[in-house]
């Protein structure tokens, strides 16, 4: 089992960058797929993006490519999401996730394919 930490989460204006965390533990990080998925108010959970196990794969939602971008580092067990350019759309809670199970092109952004999650981290950006 692996437990997943996010953090670098908070409130900032329409414009600004932050860089999300997800720090984990437990088992060997580099055996997991991990992915970033959102929450905004009153809406479902929403795929953000993905990387595969050694980073050299990366998967987006089409209306984020070219803002966020996604990268991990094995050696300290931390995925990141690095945000740029954030307006209103993108307040939400963003959870980490992480499976062992295969990847693919077709499967990459549906939820039920990750079996571990953080708590979150809240992101308000303001207007």
């Known amino acids: 089992q692996v437990q997943l930490v996010e953090s670098g989460g908070g409130l900032v204006q329409a414009g600004d960058s932050l860089r999300l965390s997800c720090a984990a533990s437990?088992?060997?990080?580099?055996?997991?797929?991990m992915a970033w998925f959102r929450q905004a108010p009153g809406k479902e959970r929403g795929f953000v993006s993905a990387?595969?196990?050694?980073?050299?794969?990366?998967y987006y939602a089409d209306s984020l490519k070219g803002r966020f971008t996604i990268s991990r580092d094995n050696a300290n067990n931390t995925a990141y999401l690095q945000m740029n350019s954030l307006n209103p759309d993108d307040t939400g809670v963003y959870y980490c996730?992480?499976?062992?199970?295969?990847?693919?092109?077709?499967?990459?952004?549906?939820?039920?394919?990750?079996?571990?999650w953080g708590q979150g981290t809240p992101v308000t950006v303001s207007s």
């Open positions: 996730a992480a499976t062992r199970d295969y990847v693919s092109s077709t499967n990459y952004n549906t939820p039920s394919l990750y079996d571990y």
């Open positions: 990387i595969s196990q050694s980073g050299r794969t990366t």
């Open positions: 437990g088992r060997t990080f580099s055996n997991y797929h």
